[in-house]
Structures are given as C-alpha cells and as structure tokens.
C-alpha cells in the first residue's frame, strides 16, 4: 500500500459517521497527512515518483450523485486556476449536477482559490463570512475550499477552528479525487479534510466545461522547481511536471476541430516544459513547433520565467505564423541585488540580453511583464533600477504589485524596513510610468488597421463588439453580432491608455489569417 492510499484509507475512516473524534483530535488527524512548508524538504522532492494515468473516470457508484442538484463554483487567481474551474466544472457535470449562476440556487459552492498574495487570501475569507447565513438556512448545503490556500497548513487551520460552516477542504493535487470528496462530505458529521502533500500525479481524460468556444487553456504542465524567495506556488502546486507532448498535441487538434479559434499553453512556470522527462530530449519550443502546424488561428503561452526562456523557443516563436508576439516575461524586479535576494537566478544584464535576443529574431514582439515593488529592504536606488528597466525594455503593459509576505516562503523571516508609506508611493510611481508608456504604445495603432478576434459584447455597451489584437490589445468596435467567434480587420480610430476604438472592415476567412 503506497502513501496516498493510506491516506485515503484514513480519510475514509474519517468520513465514517460513527466516528465522533473531537475538533483537537481532528486537527492532529490532517497534521499526519500533511506538512508545512518546508524549502530544505521540498527541494529533495525531484526523487519522489509522479505517475502518469491516462485513464480516469467516474466510477458507477457515483453516477447520479448530482442529479436534482446544482453546483457553484469561485474562481480566485490565475489562469491555472481557472483551468481547475474547468475540470471540476466538467466533473460536476459527469456526477449530473447542473451549473448555477448565484449561490442561492446552488446544493455545493465551491471556493477554488489563490495563495499567491494575501489579499486574495482575505477576499476568501471575507467570502466564508457571507456565505455562513446560506448555511444555516440550508444546512445539506455543501461549502468547500479548495485550490492553493488549501496547501497551507495555517488556512486550513484557522478555517477549522473558525469557519465551522465548511464542510469540505481539497488541495490541488487531487482534483479527480472530488467525486470522493463530495460523497464524503455527504455521509460525514466532520468537515471533510484532504490535502496531499506528496506531489500530485498526472492525471490525464479529465473532463472540462470550457468557458465559451472561442479561446481555450490547455495545461501543458503543473507545478514549479524554481523557488523564488517569496513564492508560495512551488508549495502549494508541487514539483513540475510535464503532460505527454501527444496528449498535448491531441487535445489541440481537437479544439481546432471544434472551431476555437486561439489557444494559451499553460503552466506555473510554462517554459521549463519537458525537463522531467527521463526518456526524450524535448522542450516548450519541439511542442510549440509542431503545435503551430495545427489549424487554429492564434496560439500563446503563459506563464514565463525568464532563466528558461531558451534560444531554441526563440527560433521557433520567429517563424510567426500563429505563433503570436506577445511576449509576458516577468521580470519582478529591475535590480540585480533585489533579484538575487528573490532567488531569480539572472540579473538585470541577463534578462535584457533575454529581451535583446528576442527582438532581434522578432523585431515586432511586444513585452508584458510582473513586477514587484517593496521587497524586504529595497532601497530607493534599487526601485529606480526597475523604472528605468521599465523604460529600457518598453514594456507596454504591467501587473504591478506590493510585496505580499508568504507564511514558509524564506522572505517571510527576511527583515523589512521598507515602510508601508513607502511601497505605497514607489508603487503609485511604477503604476504612472505603466500608465503613461501604456498610452504611448496605443497611440501608435491610430489609423492602423489591425486583426481582432471577436470575443464578444463590450462590457459597458451591448452595441459594441469587444475583442483581442495579435499583440493582446482590447479593440471596441461596432460591427454585426455575426462576428463574435470570429477574426475581423478593424481600423484603429481612437487610442486610449488601455484599450482602443474602431471601425470593422471586414471579417477574414481563416485561409488569411497569418
């Protein structure tokens, strides 16, 4: 019997009805399936084995499960979890629960949430604090949390003694295991606890339920090796692991039959794909090589770490195509002695050598980026470095952030005399230069008439289209309802810091988009 089955075998036992533990005994129980962050201990885990299972599915005894029921689901933080949204979604859907769009109407609500800053963490707490009235007016509500906060010992705890109206907790390695975990809860008089802290396996054939069919995420790999200073993903998401390149491919191939028209290659860290494989010799740029061979229209990739960002995906993002040059390419930080401290293992020199590679095999890629701004004892010298990488590189847009302490992560013990006053200031002055160069970018687009991929209505106007240059430029623009789903040329008429106006032209059959 391995790890996990012994495990599962005691959350079995724990869902026993007949078992009566106390709420101390209950706290001990998951502290033996589960371990706090450790950095020395998780760097050892490249030895542990993560199997590869191609072959899920819902087994009989849970047919039916959801039927007369519906289910909700809260989606916090990145793409990644949003891909996880989709896979629960879909394995609802197999259990014959229906979708709801309020919480009211809903039989389970779902959290699915994000460890990566604590803000997130409140907005998660904030919302188990509105939802307790839901269940005690309906107690066979089922509430769950799951995704990453889910991997921290301390959330799980300070949800155990606090926020007895949870019935479930699940982490992130063991998503195929919710049809379980729902039965559990079902039969349970405990709040259903199963977080794994052995790295999650593979699991391949997982249902999904896609947001709409015009763009899609396709999970490449899970997990990150990298351990930057202040990250709580390589903890909360496990080591890195690489799905089969023709599973990949195939999953492609089938969204390209079913008429999406762009695809996001997805991972923590999507750029170090293919280094766990023991048999080939096979990265991000052999995948994106062969994928671009494939009939869909737009192909990206996210999210990057620039130490794996090699010269072999350089030559195969030139040949263009529909591989797109829209580059996100976090750098974090634009001084080296910041970096270094991060753990980022490159320095400021290194990375625009990175960005003076790609625009020379590329001389049209435009640069996003994530930078990170307050670190533990940044001087005001170390924050001007980064506004003037900002400058060197010309980004034209950023997801800017103050620096958000992670419990386990090594910065949480580094000392921090930076002032909240302080950070708050440098922060406003990054945002102003974010602004201002965001303005200067869109300006040149006026008169141009660039390629849009419809995604739909405007946000703000229902008589407006909304969609998506090549470059990830929003473009609102008048034009038939016909369009949406499809790419269109539009004149650029107006340009605003974040988006622009326009003027449809005409749609493109996809025999000319290039």
Avoid at 495 to 514: C, D, F, H, R
């Amino acid at each position: 019997m391995n790890e996990k089955q012994r495990m599962e075998g005691q959350l079995a036992a724990a869902a026993d009805p007949s078992d009566k533990k106390s709420e101390k005994d209950y706290s001990r129980y998951f502290e033996t399936v589960y371990a706090p962050p450790s950095l020395k201990d998780a760097k050892k885990r490249g030895k542990e084995e993560v199997r590869y299972h191609k072959d899920f599915n819902i087994p009989a005894e849970f047919q039916g499960m959801g039927n007369n029921r519906k289910f909700y689901i809260r989606t916090f933080g990145c793409q990644m979890n949003e891909h996880d949204t989709e896979v629960m979604a879909g394995i609802f859907l197999s259990l014959g629960y229906e979708p709801t769009d309020t919480v009211e109407d809903a039989n389970v609500i779902l959290l699915n949430t994000c460890a990566i800053r604590e803000n997130a963490e409140n907005k998660v707490f904030g919302e188990l604090g509105h939802l307790k009235h839901l269940k005690k007016e309906r107690p066979d509500l089922l509430l769950g949390v799951c995704g990453c906060m889910s991997q921290e010992e301390s959330v799980v705890n300070k949800i155990l003694k606090t926020y007895d109206q949870v019935d479930m907790i699940f982490g992130t390695h063991n998503i195929h295991r919710l049809p379980n975990i729902l039965q559990e809860a079902y039969m349970s008089k405990e709040m259903v606890v199963e977080v794994w802290s052995k790295e999650g396996d593979v699991i391949e054939n997982l249902p999904k339920v896609r947001k709409g069919n015009i763009k899609a995420w396709v999970n490449i790999m899970y997990g990150c090796d990298k351990f930057c200073t202040y990250c709580i993903v390589p903890y909360t998401r496990g080591k890195e692991r690489s799905r089969r390149p023709e599973e990949i491919i195939q999953e492609v191939r089938q969204l390209a039959a079913q008429g999406y028209q762009e695809i996001t290659l997805l991972g923590q860290n999507v750029n170090a794909y293919g280094k766990d494989f023991a048999d080939l010799q096979y990265g991000l740029g052999d995948l994106m090589d062969e994928i671009r061979k494939i009939d869909i229209p737009r192909i990206r990739f996210t999210t990057s770490h620039p130490r794996d960002f090699d010269d072999h995906l350089i030559e195969v993002l030139s040949k263009g195509g529909n591989l797109l040059e829209h580059i996100h390419l976090p750098v974090q930080s634009g001084s080296t002695d910041v970096l270094k401290i991060m753990a980022r293992k490159y320095t400021r020199e290194q990375y625009l050598e990175l960005v003076r590679k790609i625009r020379a095999a590329i001389p049209n890629a435009t640069f996003t980026t994530d930078i990170i701004v307050g670190y533990p004892n940044e001087t005001d010298e170390q924050f001007e470095e980064t506004l003037s990488l900002y400058k060197e590189v010309g980004y034209e847009a950023a997801y800017t952030f103050i620096y958000s302490p992670r419990e386990g992560t090594p910065a949480a013990k580094m000392k921090d005399n930076v002032p909240m006053e302080v950070k708050k200031e440098r922060l406003q002055r990054l945002n102003a230069l974010v602004s201002e160069m965001s303005a200067e970018a869109m300006k040149k687009y006026h008169g141009q008439t660039v390629e849009v991929l419809v995604e739909g209505e405007s946000k703000n106007n229902p008589e407006v289209l909304a969609g998506y240059t090549r470059k990830n430029k929003l473009v609102n623009f008048k034009g038939p309802k016909s369009a949406i789903g499809k790419i269109v040329s539009v004149t650029i008429t107006d340009a605003k810091t974040w988006s622009l106006n326009g003027e449809m032209v005409e749609e493109l059959q996809p025999a000319e988009v290039k």
